[in-house]
């Protein structure tokens, strides 16, 4: 089975991330998608600077053998020109039909459904999306994205509740786990070593991967060389439990995003 985590950036580097997920499309069961915005509407406009207000209806066209399954976070997000009851941000697990899939569903892990008051993004609700496959090896498979604000990426005990939420959503799950996505967090917080503490391998250190924003996002965002805590190599995660059988695990430098997909092959 091969599962990618990517933060799509709402989907700002559209040609590339499309014609890259088409390509990857072929030989992936699952797809974790964080920043996704859903809009009906077949004529969305693309957001200026800030992507596609539908471009999980993009990716969900590119995808015809999957099921999606989609959970917002906010209605009406801070986007010019708005879309009024239309434009939701959430987060997206894409899963091949031919999988075994027992149940979907979400909880949230910072705040509450449609918290941002439009203008401190740390008041912005934040979810994680699950999938259980059944078999003879029951599997849940968690994507998630992680609040944001301080920018430092440091520990917070909204932080520390967060990992801690999602460890107690898991503790009673049958069957193996994997955790992914964008959780706005560097390698030595006590929140990353939660999930360690609780026998989870990260596959960022095993495999010592030196950075998940990579080139193209120095490219989006140079000032970030200079400002108040330098460039952040670090925000995403995999953990995967002791019993899966990791067959590969890479982060490859492609140009599709302010982040860099993670490639799970067990």
């Known amino acids: 089975m091969k599962l990618i985590s990517l933060n799509a950036y709402f989907g700002f580097v559209f040609e590339p991330l499309m014609a890259w997920i088409h390509e990857q499309a072929q030989s992936t069961d699952v797809f974790c998608f964080q920043e996704m915005l859903s809009n009906p509407k077949e004529d969305a406009l693309g957001m200026p600077c800030r992507g596609r207000a539908n471009v999980l209806q993009e990716i969900a066209r590119r995808l015809p053998e999957f ?64 999938l259980g496959l059944g078999g003879a090896l029951p599997l849940t498979i968690v994507n998630l994205h992680g609040n944001s604000e301080p920018a430092s990426k440091r520990d917070t005990p909204m932080r520390l509740e967060q990992s801690k939420k999602v460890l107690d959503f898991l503790r009673d799950r049958h069957g193996e786990k994997i955790v992914m996505g964008d959780f706005n967090l560097f390698p030595d917080t006590e929140s990353i070593k939660m999930f360690e503490n609780q026998g989870f391998h990260n596959l960022i250190r095993d495999y010592k991967i030196t950075t998940t924003r990579g080139s193209h996002m120095r490219k ?26 990791v067959k590969s695990f890479e982060v490859p430098d492609v140009p599709i995003s302010d982040h860099l997909p993670m490639i799970l092959e067990i």
């Open 67 to 130: 099921t999606c399954h989609f959970a917002p976070m906010q209605d009406d997000f801070d986007f010019v020109p708005t879309y009024p009851g239309q434009t939701q941000l959430g987060n997206a697990i894409f899963y091949r039909k031919s999988l075994s899939a027992t149940e979907t569903g979400s909880f949230f892990i910072y705040r509450s459904f449609n918290s941002y008051d439009g203008n401190d993004y740390e008041t912005a609700g934040h979810n994680a999306v699950y």
């Open 220 to 245: 989006l965002f140079p000032e970030y060389e200079h400002g108040k805590y330098g460039f952040q190599e670090f925000a995403d995660y995999t953990f995967v439990s002791p019993g899966v059988d």
